[in-house]
């Protein structure tokens, strides 16, 4: 059974940090697509970042790069998302996936096989 837990969530306010945990378990993490999506109140949710390989290969939104960072530890089964100079519209439930064999285009669409049940993060002005 897989499970994605994340952590890590909480209240920053805008230009701080926050760095986001999503624990997995039950697959094969190094041959999994894991990936970073965000539902912002009243607003359809959105691709993040993604990294495969293990952070080998990461892509990332026009709105965070620069500013994010995906990576991954293997032994734990973790992926990270360092949020840094964070902003009032970074405001979201942000959500870790997990996907096999996803083309971008269908990861960025949401279309991953297993989702956590998210973190929430608020960004005061």
């Known amino acids: 059974q897989v499970q994605l837990v994340e952590s890590g969530g909480g209240l920053v306010q805008a230009g701080g940090s926050l760095r986001l945990s999503c624990a997995a378990s039950?697959?094969?993490?190094?041959?999994?697509?894991m990936g970073w999506f965000r539902q912002a109140p009243g607003k359809e949710r959105e691709f993040v970042a993604t990294?495969?390989?293990?952070?080998?290969?990461?892509y990332y939104a026009e709105s965070v790069k620069g500013r994010f960072t995906i990576s991954g530890d293997n032994a734990e089964k973790t992926v990270y998302l360092q949020m840094n100079s964070l902003k009032p519209e970074d405001t979201a439930v942000y959500y870790c996936?997990?996907?096999?064999?996803?083309?971008?285009?269908?990861?960025?669409?949401?279309?991953?096989?297993?989702w956590g049940k998210g973190t929430l993060v608020t960004v005061s002005s």
């Open positions: 996936a997990a996907g096999l064999g996803k083309s971008l285009a269908t990861l960025k669409r949401g279309g991953m096989d297993y």
């Open positions: 990294m495969w390989g293990v952070g080998m290969y990461t």
């Open positions: 039950g697959l094969s993490f190094s041959t999994y697509t």
